[in-house]
Each structure stands twice: as C-alpha cells, then as structure tokens.
C-alpha cells in the first residue's frame, strides 16, 4: 500500500454504502441492477460482503461509474 496523504483507501468503511441506501441521484432498483449484472460489467470490483450484505466502495463505484459514461 502506498503511504500518501491523498490516497483513499476504497474498502475503509466510511466509503462503504449499502445497496438499500445509495447514495443520491441512484434508486435503489437502478443499483439493484447493476449488482444483478456486477459479474459482466465490472462493478464486481468495487463490491464487498460482509455477512449476507453487499456493500459498494463510494470512491471504486465513482470511478466504474465514470468509465461506464466514457467520462475516465
């Protein structure tokens, strides 16, 4: 791990949200969904389990969500 001042770590759990609380503008079926298909469009990479609960990495789904729009 690089010890930097500006680096986020994506997994701290201040950066976790739950799928049934995203964060605004997202609905929680439109996460639904993406989760559905996380396997096949990469968000896969930014999810954790703790228990039964999937819980998103804010700063790792920002990114994915960013290079979904082309934006990145």
């Not at 997994?11 to 396997?39: C, G, I, K, M």
Request: glycine fraction near 6%.
């Amino acid at each position: 791990m690089h010890n930097q001042a500006a680096s986020v770590e994506p997994f701290a759990l201040d950066n976790l949200f739950a799928v049934d609380s995203p964060p605004a503008p997202l609905t929680e079926r439109t996460l639904r969904w993406q989760l559905r298909h996380r396997h096949a469009n990469g968000l896969a990479a930014c999810c954790t389990k703790i228990g039964k609960r999937i819980f998103i990495s804010r700063p790792l789904y920002e990114q994915w969500l960013g290079n979904q729009a082309g934006a990145v």
